[in-house]
């Protein structure tokens, strides 16, 4: 059954029709929520409460984007409210202090470096650099993006990736030498 004659059927709360879509999408939108929160009981926990959103507001869907792209928003969002709500409220950055910083073309990691050694090293940044290199690296949101959803400055968001990358780049060259390449 195509998504747009499931999507239909849900806006009619047929419950057969919300079980599927939620059984074709909950692994993808795990992993996503699984990036932003701490262990996999609260991502579990706003993933599901995303999907209850999504079929509350499935009116809102107009098919411009596809459902799985326009539900990963909705989970996203979700676990970011999520974190706020927890009292892990991302630390604004005094304006003052704040410097523009230039993007980085040359920004790499070495060619051994595994997924997990990445995935771990971005769950050890602090929570404002963490939350935007991943909407910025894996999720692919702009810096006016990332201002909107996290309500910070675009100098803020730059600023957090920078300093996010700096960071990885550390935690990962330190791996390497570590291990004795």
């Known amino acids: 059954m195509s998504n747009s004659l499931l999507v239909e059927q849900c806006k009619q709360n047929n419950r057969k029709a919300q079980l599927t879509l939620y059984k074709k999408y ?5 992993i996503i929520a699984q990036r932003y929160m701490r262990d996999a009981a609260a991502a579990e926990d706003a993933m599901q409460e995303a999907f209850i959103k999504a079929f509350q ?9 596809t459902f799985g792209a326009w539900l ?9 409210d ?4 927890r009292k892990l409220e991302i630390q604004s950055l005094n304006e003052e202090t704040l410097h523009i910083v230039e993007e980085e073309d040359n920004w790499s990691v070495p060619n051994e470096t595994t997924v997990r050694e990445v995935e771990e090293a971005i769950e050890s940044l602090n929570e404002s650099h963490k939350i935007v290199v991943q909407l910025y690296l894996l999720e ?11 309500n910070i400055s675009e100098s803020a968001s730059r600023t957090n990736l920078h300093r996010g ?8 060259k330190h791996l390497q030498y570590g291990t004795g390449y």
């Open 165 to 172: 990358k700096k960071q990885l780049q550390k935690h990962l």
């Open 82 to 85: 999520s974190i706020k709500a």
């Open 57 to 65: 507001k499935l009116e809102q869907f107009k098919g411009d984007v």
């Open 140 to 150: 692919g949101y702009d810096h006016q993006e990332i201002s909107e959803i996290l």
């Open 72 to 80: 990963k928003r909705i989970v996203i969002n979700t676990c970011l």
């Open 26 to 30: 909950c692994d993808g939108m795990f």
